[in-house]
């Protein structure tokens, strides 16, 4: 067994760290118990006092300069990448496209129908939480989210509109596995946003990324 987050925390302050990342689903009796660990080390000669004092200066340094620095204001959609010193083109050179991928984005461009999106949604990173992503992120509404767990609902497809579905490290998920398989059978354009394994048949496109911009790139090749 380990020694616990509480216990963990005050032990990494006093070997220099300054920023505690201990997630973001943290509760207040948690959030007690590390004060209360932190508080404790500090009584016992385990941990400087002045080394806290050291750390919260330094991250209130931190949160000053950027404050100062990491806020240009409100951008414009289209001026985005360019902040970034990207362009959806540029990103989009980074995209792997098998040759199976090709010929349904050929079938989707041929089409009079607009694409509906399908999009598998993995457990959350504690560390990140709840987080917008991809196309999503850039506007697009699926009409169809999967999760671990849930089911694929075909009925809630439109028979005559293409099918794109969206996911992340799909091969690592017997839920997404599944869910793709049988979206197979509308011949479903698959893209996988995480980091893909080619010797699978769960990626026709590989971004590599799952941002805002890689999905607003993802989004301009597509039909």
């Excluded at 500090?42 to 080394?51: C, T």
């Excluded at 970034?84 to 349904?104: D, K, M, N, P, Y």
């Excluded at 598998?120 to 504690?126: D, G, M």
């Amino acid at each position: 067994g380990g020694i616990g987050i509480p216990a963990a925390a005050a032990r990494a302050l006093a070997a220099g760290c300054d920023l505690l990342c201990i997630g973001t689903a943290n509760t207040d009796e948690q959030m007690g118990q590390i004060v209360a660990a932190i508080e404790s080390a500090i009584a016992a000669g385990d941990l400087e006092a002045s080394r806290v004092e050291d750390a919260a200066a330094r991250i209130g340094r931190l949160v000053r300069e950027l404050r100062a620095t990491a806020d240009p204001g409100p951008v414009a959609p289209e001026d985005r990448g360019a902040v970034a010193g990207l362009s959806a083109a540029r990103i989009a050179q980074a995209f792997e496209i098998t040759e199976a991928g090709r010929a349904r984005l050929a079938a989707i461009a041929a089409g009079e129908s607009l694409p509906q999106w399908v999009r598998l949604e993995p457990a959350h990173n504690i560390a990140v939480g709840v987080s917008p992503w991809g196309p999503f992120a850039a506007g697009i509404e699926p009409v169809l989210t999967i999760s671990p767990g849930g089911t694929v609902d075909l009925t809630a497809l439109d028979p005559d509109r293409p099918v794109i579905v969206v996911g992340k490290d799909n091969h690592r998920h017997s839920w997404a596995r599944e869910a793709i398989d049988q979206l197979r059978e509308r011949d479903a354009l698959v893209v996988d946003m995480g980091w893909p394994d080619p010797s699978q048949p769960y990626a026709d496109i590989s971004t590599f990324g799952a941002s805002r911009l890689v999905g607003e790139a993802l989004a301009e090749i597509l039909p």
